[in-house]
């Protein structure tokens, strides 16, 4: 059933909620590959690159600055979607749409911190093995970021037309599903991209 036809029939159907849950394992799957190529390549280095990890005349972030500011504020932007979905669900919808322009709020300030990290970063895309792993894996994780905060800009529009109600909100479960998957997802480039390999 569609969700707009909200008043025909109770049940809705689970095959939209399959498939965002197949999207998002295979996204998984997909950044997973990128960030054990990143450990790979810390964890054994070889001679093309000194030896060393980080490589031999690469400056490496301080992962105790943007980096560490940015993982709060991504995992705080987890919260405000909970809000939002608690607020959908309790039928409270001014509360939601305040979440979620919370969420979104702290996605671009997130999306804006990145960018300044790029612009300031020490090294590109063609250094090494380590600005090649560094920028596909916090790109593409960036790349996430930016889909899900469009994903959550649609479902606060629907949210403030009143297209949204505590039965039917199929779409924002999965945009929240999507954002959850974005926020849990930064702790791994935090730890093994800023953290481990800035060591």
């Not at 909200?6 to 498939?19: A, E, I, K, N, T």
């Not at 810390?42 to 093309?48: D, R, W, Y």
């Not at 749409?97 to 999306?111: E, K």
Request: net charge neutral.
């Amino acid at each position: 059933m569609i969700e707009s036809q909200r008043h025909s029939y109770h049940l809705v159907d689970p095959r939209p909620r399959y498939g965002s849950i197949s999207f998002i394992v295979s996204e998984v799957m997909f950044l997973f590959a990128f960030f054990r190529a990143s450990s790979h390549s810390s964890l054994a280095p070889t001679v093309e690159i000194g030896g060393i990890w980080p490589p031999k005349g690469i400056g490496v972030l301080d992962p105790r600055e943007i980096p560490f500011l940015n993982t709060p504020i991504l995992l705080s932007s987890g919260a405000t979607v909970t809000w939002a979905h608690h607020a959908i669900l309790t039928g409270k919808e001014k509360r939601a749409v305040y979440a979620l322009v919370a969420t979104v709020s702290l996605a671009l300030v997130f999306t804006g911190f990145q960018g300044m990290e790029y612009y300031q970063a020490p090294f590109t895309i063609s250094d090494s093995i380590y600005g090649s792993t560094f920028f596909l894996a916090t790109g593409f994780h960036g790349f996430h970021v930016i889909i899900g905060t469009l994903f959550l800009i649609v479902c606060g529009i629907r949210q403030y037309l009143g297209h949204l109600t505590k039965e039917h909100h199929v779409g924002f479960e999965a945009a929240a599903w999507y954002w959850h998957f974005v926020d849990v997802v930064r702790l791994f480039p935090f730890v093994s991209i800023y953290w481990w390999g800035g060591i």
